[in-house]
């Protein structure tokens, strides 16, 4: 079992809905979640991060994580053409000797105009 | 471009060569980091790096690889005897450690894409 579980698609919504991407993690000692979006060919861009349980809201994203049940999500709202790309969640521990990020397969979105 | 820079881009190379990529991280960045992803793969750990010090490798990591960071500034990572498996997008991240914490944000470059055929 991979530690952090993610569909990896293809998501294909209309321009202008709200897109819901998710993730399982196995590991509770994870402290931050992270959203990195990747566009064809290019590296991985952070887009947020949270750190415990809770929402984080950025434009129109919102990042929210649930520790008690291991899940990860992402929510982008208004979607644009402009949003297609894959999405990756990640992982990381700030602790000594264990700090690097742990991603998921990425999924892949495409927004249609 | 004040990024994370990586050279070549791309880079076709026939089996058992061996092939050397750069990686020019964020100036005032002390961590740097090597992933390798394959098609509709998230990125996987190779190593990382705190200024010239190798602090971790990955099992994936096998004996023909090495990474270097020998001034705590750019790191070089090669690869020798390629094989057609080791195909696939080598990305380099930097971020940031402080005296008492590290930073999770981990700024990756455009990434070097090698082929072995």
């Known amino acids: 079992q991979k530690e952090v579980e993610q569909d990896p698609g293809p998501l294909s919504v209309p321009e202008g809905a709200i897109v819901s991407l998710n993730c399982t993690y196995s590991?509770?000692?994870?402290?931050?979640f992270m959203w990195y979006r990747q566009y064809s060919r290019k590296g991985p861009e952070l887009l947020m991060y949270?750190?415990?349980?809770g929402n984080k809201e950025d434009g129109r994203f919102t990042a929210q994580v649930d520790k008690s049940s291991k899940y990860i999500s992402l929510f982008i709202r208004d979607s644009q053409p402009s949003d297609s790309a894959t999405y990756l969640c990640?992982?990381?521990?700030?602790?000594?000797?264990?700090?690097?990020?742990?991603f998921g397969t990425g999924t892949r979105l495409t927004i249609i105009p | 471009d004040t990024g994370v820079s990586q050279n070549p881009r791309h880079k076709i190379t026939k089996r058992g060569q061996n092939v050397t990529f750069r990686c020019d991280p964020i100036?005032?960045?002390?961590?740097l980091y090597w992933y390798r992803q394959t098609l509709g793969q998230g990125p996987e750990f190779l190593t990382y790096?705190?200024?010239?010090?190798?602090?971790?490798k990955s099992r994936l990591l096998s004996d023909r690889f090495s990474a270097e960071r020998p001034k705590g500034s750019f790191s070089t990572l090669e690869i020798q005897r390629t094989e057609q498996g080791d195909s696939a997008m080598y990305l380099c991240?930097?971020?940031?450690?402080?005296?008492?914490?590290?930073?999770?944000?981990?700024?990756f470059g455009q990434g070097t894409r090698l082929t072995v055929v």
């Open positions: 991240a930097s971020s940031l450690k402080e005296i008492d914490r590290v930073l999770p944000e981990a700024f």
């Open positions: 590991n509770s000692a994870f402290q931050y």
């Open positions: 949270t750190y415990s349980s």
């Open positions: 990640a992982t990381f521990i700030s602790n000594f000797g264990n700090e690097k990020l742990t």
């Open positions: 100036s005032e960045h002390n961590r």
């Open positions: 790096f705190q200024n010239e010090a190798q602090l971790e």
